[in-house]
């Protein structure tokens, strides 16, 4: 479906359909849109995308974190690849505080080959749709190396009633639940409370039917994924 066609079988579900005195306007049923598909991407882990960062060595550690791309909602995986690209190593997640449990002199270790990605605490304004993020290595680098970062994009915002969702289809009907879930908050908790039930077992039924949504850098639906080493999650959101 196109989102104006989503907005208007929403609108019809939440019974509100007076064109000429709506109680959501079509910008604010946008906005709900753009934060269903945003929900859907981390639940499904897609869209996706691939970002490569260039370290020279002697890069890495606290001092020398690298700039992420601002779309990007939630890193998935992150590998370490040497300059002549036959060496990958995969990094496992962490945080600044995370690492500061971990090892408290993390931030004065020699240079060597590192085994977390860190996502810096630090974050800033930008001008994009989403804050500033920084990423290094737990420690810096005793050669030049990429890493390559596969992660869940965040999907485009827009009001271009013409366009499709960026979701795949079989879950574009989601969208109209999910909207008329939001839409009837602030008028009935009880109509909401059933398009929220309906929207999470429609979504939760969707990914049950396919496997193109079965993965091991997916979320399992209520449950939490540990990482590797048992104590930092298997993926960081940003």
């Given at each position: ?39 859907l991407a981390n639940e499904l882990g897609a869209p996706r995308k691939h ?59 020699a240079a060597g080959t590192p085994s977390y990605y860190v996502l810096m ?5 930008a001008a994009a749709e989403t804050c500033a993020r920084t990423i290094t ?102």
């Amino acid at each position: 479906m196109i989102k104006s066609a989503i907005l208007s079988q929403a609108r019809t579900m939440a019974n509100d359909t007076d064109t000429t005195n709506p109680f959501h306007s079509d910008a604010a049923l946008h906005a709900l849109l753009d934060n269903w598909q945003i929900a859907l991407a981390n639940e499904l882990g897609a869209p996706r995308k691939h970002q490569s960062i260039a370290f020279t060595a002697a890069q890495g550690g606290a001092s020398s974190a690298k700039a992420l791309d601002a779309d990007i909602l939630t890193i998935l995986r992150v590998i370490l690849e040497d300059s002549t690209n036959n060496k990958y190593n995969r990094l496992k997640p962490s945080t600044e505080i995370q690492m500061t449990d971990r090892d408290p002199s993390w931030r004065n270790q020699a240079a060597g080959t590192p085994s977390y990605y860190v996502l810096m605490d630090a974050v800033t304004e930008a001008a994009a749709e989403t804050c500033a993020r920084t990423i290094t290595t737990d420690r810096p680098l005793d050669a030049a190396k990429t890493m390559r970062i596969i992660a869940i994009q965040k999907p485009a915002t827009g009001t271009d009633g013409t366009k499709s969702p960026v979701v795949p289809v079989e879950f574009h009907v989601t969208g109209v639940y999910y909207l008329a879930w939001h839409m009837y908050l602030p008028r009935s908790k009880g109509k909401a409370d059933e398009f929220m039930a309906l929207y999470k077992n429609e979504v939760r039924r969707i990914k049950g039917l396919s496997n193109e949504f079965n993965d091991n850098a997916m979320p399992v639906w209520d449950s939490v994924q540990a990482g590797g080493d048992g104590f930092t999650p298997d993926r960081l959101s940003i």
